[in-house]
Nanobody
């Protein structure tokens, strides 16, 4: 089992920044892709970003490209999401998740999930 705990959410004005962190415990994240998803009220949970074990491969949803950066520190078992130039439409609960050894944007292919952290961007 892998336990994931997110932190770093909060309320920020449009144009501001937040850094989300995800701490993993339990089984190692060795070879696993890690991802961030988000779910706004009344909407489906959507893929935001993913990163390979090495950190060399990343993928983002188009709406956050150039504004969000995903990174990981394998020695500390953490994954982060730096969010800049935030917009009101970024408001959602953000979830950290662990997949297998293949890059994927499909929610169903992520095996482990955190409890989520709320991000609210005011206009």
């Amino acid at each position: 089992q892998v336990q994931l705990v997110e932190s770093g959410g909060g309320l920020v004005q449009a144009g501001g920044s937040l850094r989300l962190s995800c701490a993993a415990s339990g089984r190692t994240l060795n070879s696993r892709y890690m991802g961030w998803f988000r779910q706004a009220p009344g909407k489906e949970r959507e893929f935001v970003a993913t990163i390979s074990w090495s950190g060399l491969s990343t993928q983002y949803i188009d709406s956050v490209k150039g504004r969000f950066t995903i990174s990981r520190d394998n020695a500390k078992n953490t994954v982060s999401l730096q969010m800049n130039s935030l917009k009101p439409e970024d408001t959602a609960v953000y979830y950290c998740a662990a997949a297998g050894a293949t890059m994927t944007v499909q929610r169903i292919e992520y095996d482990y999930w955190g409890q989520g952290t709320q991000v609210t961007v005011s206009s």
